[in-house]
C-alpha cells in the first residue's frame, strides 16, 4: 500500500511538474512574441536602440528562435552596419535548430549580395579627355593661328584708323 501510494504521489507531482513546464514554456512564447512585435513597433517609431533591445532581449530569451536574429540583422542593415548584421545572422548560426539554418543562412547571402552591390551616388562623373591625334592638332594650330592673326589685323587696323 505504501509502494503504491509513493508510486501515485510521484506520478502527480511529475505531472504538476511537466503541467508547470508547458505553462512557462507558454508564458515565455507570448513573451518572446511581444517582444518582437514591440521592437517592430519600436522601428516604425523611429526607436531603433529600443528596437534593438527588444531583439537582444527576446534572444536571450529564446536563443533557438531565428526570428529575433533575423528582424536584428535586417535592422542593422537597414541602418547600413552590415558588420552588426552579419554578426547577428553568425550568432543565429550557432544557436537556431537545424531546420531554421537554412533560413539564417539566406539572410546571411541577402546581406553579403548587400555589401557587394555599389551604392549608387549623385555624383557626376569627370569626363576624360580623348586623345587628339596629331593631323587634328595641327588643323586646330592653323586654324588658331588664321584666327590669331586676322584678329590682330582687325586690331592694327582700328588702331591705324584712330590714329590717322
Known sequence: MIIASSALALV?????????YAVSQSNRSKRYSKMIKTAEKDISNLDYDEAIS???????????????????AELYEQQGDMEQALEALDEALINVSDDDVEIVQNAIIDVQEEVATPIETTAVATPTPIPVPDETEAVITEVTTEATTEATTEATTETTVVET
Open 12 to 20: 502527480v507531482i511529475i505531472g504538476i511538474g511537466a503541467g508547470a
Open 54 to 72: 527588444m531583439y537582444q532581449e527576446a534572444i536571450e530569451l529564446d536563443p533557438h528562435n531565428p526570428d529575433a536574429y533575423l528582424g536584428l
